[in-house]
């Protein structure tokens, strides 16, 4: 069988990236459409890490993965109540046309405060991180 290295910077990117652009993410969510792109993006990043051969790289993207995708899944969630818990919070945010409940600020300045330090720990983990190069055999296809 063929084999193929993966090199240790390769295996490093792979375990930061997810939580990278994570925190980009959320860090941006006022805008929506990083935050869009980001999740449709995530759903392959996360699966293609997830049988990295390194079993190290996937302990830093399985909790990355939990966190964000538990973060959306709670907007999905707030997104189909605003209209009630916005009498929670009362207030609303005008922006021209656009008019978001008050709510909606402390639910970025939370999702940030889930995905951003807990990221950045990982990230900077993952830079500490002794990677060392590993060659695997790869199968071929007819």
């Not at 792979?14 to 995530?42: G, T």
């Amino acid at each position: 069988m063929p084999v193929k290295a993966i090199t240790a910077a390769e295996q490093k990117n792979a375990a930061r990236l997810f939580n990278i652009c994570a925190c980009v993410a959320v860090a941006l969510m006022p805008l929506i459409i990083p935050v869009l792109l980001w999740i449709a993006a995530s759903i392959f990043v996360h699966a293609s890490a997830a049988h990295h051969p390194n079993q190290r790289v996937r302990e830093y993207i399985y909790p990355g993965g939990y966190r964000f995708y538990g973060v959306v899944g709670s907007l999905v969630v707030l997104l189909n109540f605003s209209p009630q818990m916005s009498k929670w919070v009362p207030g609303v945010l005008n922006f021209g046309p656009l008019h978001l409940p008050m709510f909606w600020p402390l639910v970025w300045v939370l999702s940030m405060l889930v995905i951003i330090p807990l990221g950045v720990r990982d990230i900077l983990r993952a830079n500490r991180d002794n990677w060392q190069d590993m060659t695997v055999e790869v199968e071929e296809h007819a």
